[in-house]
């Protein structure tokens, strides 16, 4: 039996199969490959600007160390930009401390400053201890639903304060399509209009957040942390199962192993329909926060809204 040669080099072993576009690539030329489409992705949507300070979110998970990675080694041809890092701490006991541990020695091996913000210092409370007066409670929020309102705040905060011009999550193309599907299935399908990969500017306190994973799908971001022996937690959230997102990441990943390339396609058609949902969509004019001061489309944003509830009981 002839063992398969990479189709881009034709000359080293093969070392993944990728089954939307049907190419057999080496490890090299596999990285190599990712790297590229991170050039190519942040190119295509303007992603950047050649002095942009960039605020990257690192969790310690396999996306966001990967792309940390990635935009470090890129910073190398742009000495007017500069690289720092965030990394959220919600207070969730064993599973945090060590994805903290990880995101700090990434940061050590690439030079690259490093700042933390954790929910208790923030809000007063841990996710933890949230979890808790979630349990004595009615409220029909999941764990995730409060942790994913409190670190988009805790991001936006730290990213401002650390003067970035661009905020950098590892957004995968898996992850932006369960969105796309989360909204339609929480009935706000308008709110696929901000979904994308470069936000627009829409107030000075908001730092623009851009998306250069949004192209690549999460199994090879996962298979470059292995190929390039990047350290990362490989531990999932212990709350995550609670959450819709996991019963969508399911369905999806079954879909695509039927339909090679079906993530892409989601993907794709919701590009192409935005501006039209962007039209149809009010415009929403965001103020600032009486309780906080960040941007809100309301009179107390979502966060403090949150937190309030959390304090009458």
Do not use: W
């Amino acid at each position: 039996m002839s063992v398969a040669t990479c189709t881009i080099c034709k000359r080293r072993k093969a070392f993944f199969f990728r089954p939307y576009s049907r190419e057999k690539l080496c490890k090299r030329c596999f990285i190599e490959s990712v790297e590229e489409k991170v050039r190519a992705t942040i190119a295509r949507y303007q992603m950047l600007e050649f002095d942009d300070r960039i605020a990257v979110a690192v969790s310690g998970g396999k996306d966001s160390v990967s792309l940390l990675h990635i935009l470090a080694k890129m910073e190398q041809n742009y000495p007017k930009a500069s690289l720092v890092a965030i990394t959220v701490d919600e207070g969730i006991r064993r599973y945090r401390d060590e994805a903290l541990k990880i995101a700090t020695e990434n940061c050590k091996k690439l030079d690259i400053e490093h700042h933390t913000a954790s929910f208790k210092e923030l809000y007063g409370y841990t996710l933890d201890e949230i979890i808790k007066h979630l349990k004595r409670g009615k409220d029909k929020l999941t764990p995730c639903a409060y942790c994913g309102v409190l670190r988009r705040k805790a991001l936006n905060v730290v990213a401002r304060d650390v003067k970035a011009d661009k905020l950098a999550t590892a957004h995968t193309l898996d992850d932006e399509a369960q969105t796309i599907l989360l909204n339609i299935l929480h009935g706000a399908p308008l709110r696929i209009a901000r979904v994308k990969p470069l936000t627009d500017k829409a107030h000075p306190k908001l730092v623009q957040r851009i998306k250069p994973f949004c192209e690549i799908p999460e199994k090879e971001t996962t298979l470059y942390a292995y190929a390039q022996k990047i350290t990362f937690q490989d531990i999932l959230c212990p709350y995550a199962s609670e959450a819709l997102r996991n019963d969508i990441r399911l369905f999806l990943q079954g879909m695509e192993e039927k339909h090679a390339g079906i993530t892409f396609t989601i993907f794709k058609s919701i590009a192409k329909i935005r501006p039209a949902i962007a039209k149809i969509a009010k415009k929403e004019e965001l103020n600032e926060c009486s309780e906080c001061g960040e941007p809100t489309t309301g009179r107390i944003c979502k966060a403090c809204q949150m937190l309030q509830q959390l304090g009458t009981r």
